[in-house]
């Protein structure tokens, strides 16, 4: 069974630009959640679809965030525009409950 | 605010040494307690968790962790580390009424020969 994978693997990009970060879950998984790392912080929740609804978007920083899951199968997390402080490690992860989730190896962006 | 501590940002051991990560939370209940892992180049692993009952969880690799409700701990453990056990190690909570995890900062674990 393959995992949770991410693309890309890594970004660097200059401030102003736009960056999409792709999500792909576990085959059968209706629950998919984001997260992110800042350097040396905590890795802290951004948002939950359940299918294709958001269902808790509380962790998601500002405006120039936008996540999207098409027809419950991926997802996508638009950085638009970027700043610095959006640096870090996007973690995407799914599950096929609510009581276990699985990550994918993340996504680093780096803004310059 | 529910928060969990991860003390000890860097631990170094030697192979075959015994292992302990200390993960304290703050929940007014019983939350939902995980360890995840984390080695280079790879997403977070689930090693365990804890929903209800007893208090001792046995995980992957060898590992466990122990469940101290007086404490609001969750430590997890292994009696001798392999070399492969290299990584950062992130203890988790899950409030009951959520589905959201909320992470310590992690551990960086490094291991001698």
């Known amino acids: 069974e393959a995992g949770v994978t991410q693309f890309p693997s890594h970004s660097v990009i200059e401030k102003g630009q736009t960056v999409t970060l792709r999500c792909d879950p576990i085959s059968g998984h209706d629950n998919l959640y984001w997260y992110r790392r800042v350097m040396g912080k905590e890795i802290k929740f951004l948002l939950h679809f359940v299918k294709e609804s958001k269902q808790d978007e509380s962790g998601m920083p500002n405006n120039r965030f936008l996540a999207e899951r098409t027809g419950g199968t991926y997802s996508t997390l638009k950085v638009q525009p970027a700043e610095l402080e959006d640096s870090g490690v996007y973690f995407c992860?799914?599950?096929?409950?609510?009581?276990?989730?699985?990550f994918g190896p993340g996504t680093r962006l780096t803004v310059l | 605010a529910q928060s969990v501590t991860q003390p000890d940002i860097h631990i170094t051991v030697s192979e075959g040494a015994s292992l302990e990560l200390r993960c304290n939370y703050s929940y007014g209940a019983t939350p939902y307690l995980f360890w995840y892992v984390q080695s280079p180049g790879q997403g977070l692993q689930l090693l365990l968790k804890y929903f209800s009952g007893d208090t001792l969880v046995q995980g992957i690799k060898g590992f466990e962790a122990e469940f101290k409700r007086s404490q609001s701990s969750f430590n997890l453990r292994k009696p001798s580390v392999h070399w492969s056990d290299a990584a950062e190690y992130f203890c988790a909570v899950a409030p009951h009424n959520t589905d959201k995890l909320i992470f310590g900062t992690g551990t960086r674990l490094q291991v001698f020969p």
């Open positions: 992860a799914s599950s096929p409950t609510r009581t276990e989730q699985y």
